[in-house]
């Protein structure tokens, strides 16, 4: 089953914090989170493993809560290069992701 | 880097076509994905690919074949195009868990948007 983002949609000014969050109705045993510029492809961001291994980017950070079976991604200090569509993957059976619907963030000067 | 790249930007099909999109990766990944963008709806798995003329049915395989002959290369076919698979269509590649022993990001393509009149 697909997980759950919000917002769906989130506009800020330069500086601002973000925070996006990402539920599911099913265990989590990883969650991983992508960004997808406008017109480019989805770019890996970062991967929280259950028992809080955690690899991936340098200015964003994520939590991520087994038992209340959710993640969120946050993004302070929010900077231009920021903006883009937002998207967690949820683990079904091996080797596959299924991906929440998308959180739009977009930063304004 | 990983390069994964699909043989065409913006592809303009009528219905009824049978059409074909490719895929190639650089990498010696062993998955390979194909996945149908909508808006609203997020990233939907059409098919899975584990190994050479080994797959799996996504989420949405309804109307969509897959072939891979090699490692590198995962083709998505629509044997009867419709309006309603218009659609961006990515691909993606990882390693394959089992072989790595970890959790590992999947890499896209610049997709191919498909318009079917």
């Known amino acids: 089953q697909q997980p759950v983002q919000s917002p769906q949609a989130v506009i800020l000014r330069e500086g601002e914090d973000a925070v996006i969050n990402c539920s599911s109705s099913k265990a989590l045993y990883s969650v991983h989170w992508y960004r997808q510029k406008h017109g480019e492809a989805p770019v890996f961001l970062m991967i929280?493993?259950?028992?809080?291994e955690q690899k991936g980017h340098e200015k964003i950070s994520a939590s991520f809560n087994e038992k209340k079976q959710q993640s969120s991604l946050y993004l302070t200090a929010s900077q231009l290069s920021y903006s883009g569509t937002y998207f967690c993957g949820t683990e079904k059976g091996a080797q596959k992701l299924v991906f929440g619907q998308g959180t739009r963030l977009t930063i304004n000067p | 880097d990983v390069k994964v790249t699909q043989s065409s930007r913006y592809l303009v099909k009528r219905t009824g076509e049978k059409v074909f999109l490719e895929c190639v990766q650089d990498m010696d990944h062993e998955n390979m994905f194909w996945y149908r963008q909508d808006p609203g709806l997020g990233l939907r798995l059409i098919y899975f690919?584990?190994?050479?003329?080994?797959?799996e049915k996504g989420d949405i395989p309804e109307g969509y074949s897959v072939s891979r002959e090699k490692k590198e290369r995962f083709s998505l076919i629509l044997e009867s195009a419709s309006t309603n698979q218009t659609s961006m269509y990515l691909c993606?590649?990882?390693?394959?868990?089992?072989?790595?022993?970890?959790?590992?990001?999947?890499?896209f393509g610049p997709g191919t948007r498909l318009t079917v009149l």
């Open positions: 690919s584990y190994d050479v003329k080994m797959k």
């Open positions: 993606a590649s990882s390693l394959s868990t089992w072989s790595s022993g970890s959790y590992n990001e999947q890499f």
């Open positions: 929280l493993l259950k028992g809080g």
